[in-house]
């Protein structure tokens, strides 16, 4: 599965020393499941949420600066839930997976103890 809306879009890109960064405009996704797991006060959480996402137009991307660029939907009261990610430690980092995988990952979290976050 590809989450890239047009691959001849898709630019790599220099990060830091040593990295790469792969710059897309993400498509329309109707499900998905966003992920973050972050490190907070010597334990993990994870930030595990089904949403959905909508296609970015070109222009979008050029104007996001070319690199990724998502529109997520995150449902009703969309604010609150941001404040709920980063109250929870969750940053900007996330993870955008196509399809529902909350369950297994509900369950992954249950197994190694670590902290569920959810908006």
């Given at each position: 599965h590809s989450i890239t ?25 109707p499900e998905a499941t ?30 996001g600066g070319s690199k ?52």
């Amino acid at each position: 599965h590809s989450i890239t809306k047009d691959v001849s879009q898709v630019q790599i890109s220099a990060s830091g020393e040593l990295g790469t960064f792969v710059g897309t405009p993400l498509k329309a996704m109707p499900e998905a499941t966003m992920v973050s797991l972050c490190g907070r006060e010597n334990t993990y959480r994870m930030l595990v949420e089904k949403v959905s996402t909508e296609s970015v137009s070109h222009q979008e991307w050029i104007d996001g600066g070319s690199k990724f660029f998502a529109k997520v939907n995150l449902g009703d009261n969309a604010i609150d839930k941001f404040n709920k990610m980063l109250s929870g430690g969750v940053d900007h980092h996330l993870l955008i997976k196509e399809g529902n995988l909350v369950e297994q990952l509900v369950d992954l979290c249950e197994l190694l103890k670590i902290k569920r976050i959810k908006i």
